[in-house]
């Protein structure tokens, strides 16, 4: 069975162009960067391009670009480097629908004393602004705030939040894990100290990340050892992985156009289409600004895991904001925070696309999807009176 | 991705026994959409209503709650109300070729169900069931308030599948799995039943000499105890021990937790289970 895979926020397919580019680097390139001979000096200069090239996608200087192994990595950096480059402050501010590499590492930190705002968001998953301005004071060493949240593709007014933030003197940290190559930033104009990316989640591979550090900004490096990355990141580098992903970002850049068009046109017809066909569905985060590959979309009376399975048996591949998929017990802790009414945070899926979605791949969810809902339901004892 | 047996794919998506029965002679319906799997169960008997002759369902949940329902009707039809009435979560687990552990609770759910249309049917009063806010007065005391389950039902899913500790009730029956409150008072359950069943079975416990004792102890400690409060972000030393009394200090999330009674009572039980039964663990400034 071919796959349709809509599940690119959870990870997406190396593209082929950013495979042939870091292969040579695994086999007959394997010098390390750092040697003094020829050998590793090559590898240096492909790194260095690396390294421009995703400079370039979101607007930095190639200085403020430190490779990392994952999102998770540079988020744990960045929280942790705030802190201890502001010993008197004792504050952090971030979301109540961060990713857990950062949610985690906040709460974490309440036991060794920090205090943590986590703003709410409404019904559509913004966030009130007013809320930060009160939250925000001098004790305030970061406010960690994601660009686009995984599950729902909301989108946060960053450069607002930034503003508000450079106002009170605390570091701003974005989690654009989901942002990068899908919707277009750039550093030189904003008010971002810090911003983590995952090459997985643009069509590189599993196993390298960036912190984006702002030049200037105050930095403890979270693994010390060799002065790799002008010592802000210990540790041999993933040259073939960096390689990746500098072409990766390559290649986002010149597909940042179809993913605003194609792609969300893809998205907003399957939204649509749904929608007309399956009763008692609505949208999560439909009314705020999203990103354009995202779509939630919840089914009362039906639960997320029971979907899924049904949808992989026809071989497509979507996520849930069920509690059953994961093994914890509660629906999403974003779809919670958002106020989801039980009735269909358990019936909650995420479809993901990409620009290797095709049309023919969204036909195939518009076809099969109504039926696994309403056999679903057949089963479910409730809402039937409503069906 | 869950790694389900063959049995229980096949049941879900084939599920058995689909539907109501108009004019079911006993139903049973338990858990809601909030709690995220609910299942409602019918039986129709035969003219001696003694024999179950049909069963249906309808089932809110995911691939195993499905699953577990279809076994559930599979298994009860034919069944005698007291044959049915002996069914366990563990052997609808059996039918299926067995559940993930995370799971087990689809199959305690099922045994619910059946119970509680079998009891009610014969007009006795309603079982001390988890999700007793469907069932309005039930007796018990809520231990987790998410859910809704009492201590009644906890103490018996504790007992039937021999639950050690409070992850696997999480995984049972769901208590302590929201937002973590009863924990504690789970921990303090599973230590309650186990001392039940030690007492009801007095175990041979060899005459220690004080060398003996302390190495045990001390391995308990090490090897049981001190790995499951790691798990929450706790720990403990141990200072002395004095003949039977043991005295520790909590350190880290344990250290000042508001519930450090529960856990030093569980650290208790734990060591006369596992040591010797006249064991005092008293806690200590260290």
New interface residues.
């Given amino acids: 069975m071919k796959e349709i895979y809509l599940d690119n926020n959870a990870t997406t397919r190396v593209d082929d162009a950013v495979f042939e580019e870091m292969c040579p680097y695994l086999r007959e390139f394997y010098g390390n960067p750092s040697s003094m001979h020829f050998f590793g000096g090559q590898v240096q200069k492909k790194v260095d391009e690396a390294r421009d090239r995703v400079a370039a996608l979101i607007g930095a200087d190639p200085s403020e670009i430190i490779f990392t192994a994952c999102g998770t990595e540079s988020d744990n950096t960045a929280i942790r480097s705030a802190l201890e480059v502001f010993p008197e402050r004792r504050h952090i501010i971030t979301t109540r629908v961060e990713h857990p590499a950062v949610l985690t590492v906040c709460r974490g930190l309440t036991?060794k004393g920090r205090r943590v705002t986590e703003l709410g968001v409404d019904g559509a998953g913004r966030l009130d602004l007013e809320e930060l301005k009160k939250a925000l004071d001098d004790d305030t060493a970061i406010v960690s705030v994601m660009w686009a949240n995984n599950e729902t593709g909301v989108v946060f007014p960053i450069e607002e939040i930034g503003a508000i933030v450079k106002e009170r003197g605390a570091l701003f940290h974005t989690d654009a894990v989901q942002a990068v190559g899908k919707i277009p930033l750039n550093m030189a104009s904003s008010t971002v100290d810090m911003l983590s990316l995952s090459g997985h989640k643009l069509h590189a591979p599993k196993g390298i990340g960036i912190l984006y550090l702002r030049k200037g900004t105050p930095f403890r490096p979270f693994l010390v050892g060799g002065h790799q990355e002008r010592s802000r990141r210990a540790g041999t580098e993933n040259t073939a992985a960096i390689i990746a992903l500098g072409k990766a970002c390559q290649v986002a850049g010149d597909w940042m156009a179809d993913e605003n068009t194609r792609v969300l046109g893809m998205r907003d017809r399957l939204e649509k289409e749904l929608l007309t066909r399956i009763p008692h569905a609505r949208i999560n985060g439909g009314a705020a600004e999203r990103l354009p590959n995202t779509l939630s979309i919840a089914f009362e009376?039906?639960?997320?895991?029971?979907i899924l399975?049904?949808l992989s048996?026809k071989g497509i591949c979507a996520s849930s904001g069920?509690?059953?998929?994961s093994?914890?017990?509660?629906?999403s802790h974003v779809l919670r925070a958002m106020g989801v009414p039980?009735?269909c945070a358990?019936g909650s899926i995420r479809f993901s696309l990409s620009r290797f979605t095709t049309d023919a791949e969204i036909d195939a969810v518009i076809r099969e999807l109504p039926p696994i809902i309403n056999r679903l339901r057949?089963?479910?004892?409730?809402g039937r009176e409503l069906l | 991705m869950w790694d389900y047996t063959d049995k229980v794919k096949e049941h879900f998506l084939n599920p058995r026994n689909v539907g109501s029965i108009p004019d079911a002679d006993a139903v049973g319906e338990v858990g809601s959409l909030a709690c995220g799997d609910a299942l409602k169960l019918f039986i129709k008997l035969d003219e001696t209503k003694e024999r179950i002759v049909n069963a249906t369902f309808q089932t809110f949940g995911c691939g195993s709650a499905i699953a577990s329902s279809s076994a559930l009707t599979e298994m009860i039809k034919g069944k005698t109300l007291d044959e049915a009435l002996a069914v366990t979560n563990q052997e609808i687990a059996d039918f299926l070729g067995g559940l993930p552990e995370e799971k087990m609770h689809c199959s305690v759910m099922g045994q619910e169900a059946l119970e509680l249309a079998i009891v009610t049917y014969r007009g006795g009063p309603a079982p001390t069931h988890g999700h007793d806010h469907l069932h309005g007065e039930q007796e018990g005391e809520v231990v987790c308030k998410c859910f809704g389950l009492t201590d009644g039902f906890l103490r018996k899913v504790i007992e039937q599948n021999r639950l050690h500790t409070s992850e696997q009730v999480t995984h049972f029956t769901k208590a302590g799995g929201a937002c973590g409150g009863c924990i504690p008072r789970i921990k303090e359950l599973i230590a309650a039943v186990l001392g039940e069943q030690t007492a009801a079975v007095p175990k041979k416990q060899e005459k220690l000499t004080n060398l003996r004792k302390m190495q045990l102890i001390q391995e308990v400690l090490e090897n049981e105890v001190r790995p499951q409060l790691w798990a929450d972000g706790g720990d403990l030393e141990l200072v002395d021990i004095d003949g039977p009394h043991v005295q520790i200090a909590f350190r880290k999330a344990c250290a000042g937790c508001h519930s450090s009674g529960h856990t030093a009572k569980f650290v208790e039980q734990k060591l006369r289970d596992m040591v010797s039964s006249d064991i005092v663990v008293e806690e200590v400034e260290g």
Avoid: D, R, W
């Fill in positions: 036991m009376f039906v639960e997320g895991e029971a399975l049904l048996e069920s509690a059953c998929t093994g914890s017990l509660e629906p039980f009735t358990h057949e089963i479910s004892p409730f």
